[in-house]
């Protein structure tokens, strides 16, 4: 009996803890802190190599839990490397004077050359490039095609704006002298643009093969013969000694490949410019209070862009309409030159220098007037110091005005001889 209650006792009573193994970890004291997680060892390296640590790498969509609209959030998730560029495009801001009018004068260019773009890819459609099939297929667009009218007196009135527009930006570029440093090249790359915007119409008017694109052609590829070097890069230019089918061929490979694509690339290069050096206010405008305030270039100042871009393209349409090009009769090599043949109005003021310039070895010293005016034009930037350093520069000034009143006074008197 003793031994049965000392064994019911010992049942009752709470067992001895075992005594714990060599080596084990000691069980943990009530109110202790608790111990901190094990470190992960560096993996050793191998033998023979070098530990390289893991490589912590961005998160490929880091706008997937942005808050923005369906359409942002979407936009961003795909286009995220496009996302800095809006960013800067949203901070960039154009400052508001009296003369801000002229800023709009680039965008309403760029405008016309899309429209020439987009018309010039329509009438590809049907235009055929040969001296046999040249003048039938501009006829067959003008009567047969629907809305071919339209859209070839597009591609005209819009070549004819795309030039008159680039006039008025060089010009108010030039007297806002907004050429200065650190926008050498902006300047630069613009004179490019408007000597290649001169090409287009001078190679796309032969492209109807009517008789005066015929016969003015002729009479243009005829000048630079007097420059010595000349007669062979007029026969490249015609593809032998007169003008023939072999000339038409080469205007329009010159029109619609190597003149766009070289537009194309310096265009590009222009705009980038003008988004990273911004728009130039006139000289001494922040100094004396003249600046009335900035708006944002993205999406203020494109909108009112877009507005221009609007009035520009109604203007088109109407001109289109109620004042429409003729076809003219197809170009005949063996009949004589018609009478008043003149180039396009954008081409008068040197047509009449050269005609004022009509003793012996005149057209010479014509040419070699107009190219030395032409790359000091360019180079302006380089020679005005005094705008470089923030300085009005009256003499360049009355440069800038004596170049235009010579372009207008010249192309007025072409326009009283001989009419449009």
């Known amino acids: 009996m003793a031994e049965n209650n000392e064994n019911a006792l010992a049942g009752n009573a709470p067992a001895k803890p075992k005594p714990a193994a060599p080596g084990a970890a000691k069980p943990a004291v009530p109110g202790a802190a608790k111990p901190a997680a094990p470190v992960a060892a560096k993996p050793e390296a191998p033998k023979g190599g070098v530990y390289k640590p893991p490589v912590e790498r961005p998160d490929p969509n880091p706008y997937k839990d942005s808050r923005c609209c369906s359409f942002n959030a979407w936009f961003a998730e795909r286009f995220q490397v496009l996302v800095p560029v809006i960013d800067y495009l949203k901070k960039k801001e154009v400052p508001k004077h009296r003369h801000s009018f002229w800023y709009y004068f680039g965008g309403l260019t760029l405008f016309f050359f899309l429209l020439q773009i987009i018309t010039g890819l329509l009438l590809l459609q049907y235009y055929k490039p040969t001296e046999a099939e040249a003048y039938a297929s501009f006829v067959f667009i003008q009567k047969e095609v629907s809305y071919g009218w339209l859209i070839r007196q597009v591609h005209a009135w819009s070549a004819n704006l795309m030039v008159f527009s680039v006039f008025i930006h ?19 790359s613009g004179s490019v643009l408007f000597v290649l915007t001169l090409g287009f119409g001078f190679t796309g008017y ?8 015929y ?5 243009g590829t005829e000048v630079p013969k007097v420059v010595p070097g000349g007669a062979f890069f007029v026969d490249i230019l015609r593809g032998g000694e007169q ?13 619609v490949v190597l003149l766009p694509g070289l537009l194309l690339l310096l265009l590009s290069a222009h705009l980038l410019l003008v988004q990273v050096f911004g728009t130039s206010a006139p000289i001494g405008y922040k100094e004396s209070g003249r600046i009335k305030g900035y708006e944002k270039f993205f999406p203020t100042f494109l909108a009112k862009d877009a ?3 609007i009035l520009g393209f109604v203007l088109i349409i109407y001109l289109a309409v109620v004042f429409p090009g003729e076809i003219g009769l197809k170009a005949d090599p063996l009949s004589p030159a018609p009478l008043g043949i003149k180039p396009e109005w954008y081409f008068w ?3 009449l220098l050269l005609k004022d310039f009509s003793f012996e070895n005149g057209e010479f010293y014509a040419i070699i007037f107009f190219t030395v005016g032409a790359i000091f034009w360019a180079l302006v930037p380089f020679i005005d110091k005094r705008a470089s350093r923030e300085e009005k520069s009256p003499v360049f000034t009355i440069i800038g005005i004596l170049y235009l009143a010579a372009l207008l006074i010249n192309t007025y008197r072409v326009f009283a001889e001989y009419g449009l």
């Open 206 to 213: 032969l492209l109807p093969w009517n008789e005066i694109a």
């Open 307 to 309: 507005i221009g871009w």
């Open 349 to 351: 003021a040197q047509f």
């Open 215 to 219: 016969f003015a052609t002729q009479v």
């Open 243 to 255: 003008v023939t089918g072999e000339t038409l061929t080469r205007m329009f490979s010159l029109h």
């Open 170 to 188: 060089m010009f108010s570029t030039f007297f806002l002298k907004s050429y200065r440093k650190p926008r050498e090249l902006m300047w630069l």
